[in-house]
């Protein structure tokens, strides 16, 4: 990241440096928080994003309280004698274009009943797990020096990592960023164990799959690529990307123009009637360079060939 940054400085119009005047009680405090704005990483994005809204009002607001269908935001500061401080207001906004701008009183009730909700439903969390009394740092990020203090005797599932530096911290959370793509990926596994399932990156990197059925026949490969239903971005939509990958990833050592594709599909209301085979060629546009692709109902196939991907549909309607 300092090497990044440095490159940054260097090139022209990469960075810029702002500087400001604030309090000196705060000066500590404000420059931990500018730098982290300040940040050029796309976790400095983040923050800034946060932040953004404010520009937005005429006033900070201090807690967001996000629901599924409403949301409440409480605004800074709080007016008042200390025995009787209301918050300066707030919103409810969400369904239908609401949007309520509320009076001190009505903030704070509203955040009294959010936080009520929100303390529920945590504690019933808490229990469920029996974390109730615990003290974990799962991720390694408690800086709170209380926190760290704290003579802690782990449960043997939880893990305790406080990092020391911002290199070990940097470290650790590109392997929770890892941990978290690869759980995504897993969520999107095939229901069975199926061996012509084939995974690969569809729309947007959404993990996508479909059968890949194919036969060595007459000196040539016939290579199928099933549709699976609610499997990610269908081979369809995809068929050029598709092919290349399946070249590579099966047959790298055999010309593509050895291999006859096929895109195999069943639309939803055909359910009683044969799958589509359609033979699928690639043309170099002449304009652009850029490959057409042609489909075109397929004949005469093999009958195990034809079997297979039958099987393979069959599997995934059933």
């Known amino acids: 990241m300092k090497q990044w940054r440095e490159a940054q400085r260097q090139r022209a119009g990469g960075m810029v440096e702002i500087s400001t005047w604030v309090?000196?009680?705060a000066s500590k405090f404000l420059k931990e928080i500018f730098a982290r704005l300040g940040d050029p990483s796309e976790r400095g994005d983040s923050y800034r994003l946060i932040v953004s809204s404010w520009l937005n009002r005429r006033r900070v607001v201090g807690t967001k309280f996000e629901g599924t269908s409403y949301s409440a935001e409480i605004d800074l500061p709080y007016l008042g004698p200390h025995w009787h401080l209301r918050p300066a207001g707030g919103r409810i906004f969400g369904d239908c274009?609401?949007?309520?701008?509320?009076?001190p009183d009505e903030a704070s009730e509203v955040s009294e009943l959010c936080q009520v909700a929100v303390s529920e439903a945590l504690e019933e969390w808490l229990t469920k797990r029996e974390m109730i009394g615990t003290l974990r740092d799962h991720v390694g990020v408690a800086l709170d020096p209380d926190f760290a203090s704290v003579d802690y005797l782990p449960r043997p599932e939880d893990s305790l990592f406080r990092p020391e530096t911002e290199e070990e911290f940097a470290k650790n959370e590109a392997e929770i960023a890892q941990a978290v793509a690869e759980a995504a990926t897993n969520a999107h596994r095939h229901?069975?164990?199926?061996?012509?399932i084939?995974?690969?990156p569809g729309a947007f990197g959404v993990p996508s799959r479909c059968h890949a059925i194919h036969h060595v026949f007459n000196d040539?490969?016939?290579?199928?690529?099933?549709?699976?239903?609610n499997g990610g971005t269908s081979p369809t939509n995809m068929i050029g990307e598709l092919t290349r990958?399946?070249?590579k990833q099966f047959y790298p050592e055999v010309p593509f123009s050895k291999i006859k594709w096929f895109d195999v599909y069943r639309l939803p209301w055909?359910?009683?009637?044969?799958v589509h085979v359609a033979?699928?060629?690639?043309?170099?546009?002449?304009?652009?360079?850029?490959?057409?692709?042609?489909?075109?109902a397929a004949d005469d196939l093999p009958e195990r060939f034809i079997n297979d991907i039958r099987r393979a549909v069959g599997l995934s309607t059933s």
């Open 220 to 229: 040539e490969i016939l290579f199928a690529l099933v549709h699976v239903p």
């Open 270 to 274: 055909e359910a009683s009637q044969d």
């Open 23 to 25: 309090p000196v009680r």
């Open 191 to 196: 229901p069975s164990d199926e061996s012509t």
């Open 198 to 200: 084939v995974y690969y």
């Open 97 to 103: 274009e609401t949007w309520v701008e509320l009076t």
């Open 279 to 296: 033979l699928v060629s690639f043309e170099k546009d002449s304009e652009n360079g850029a490959a057409k692709v042609h489909w075109r």
């Open 245 to 247: 990958r399946m070249h």
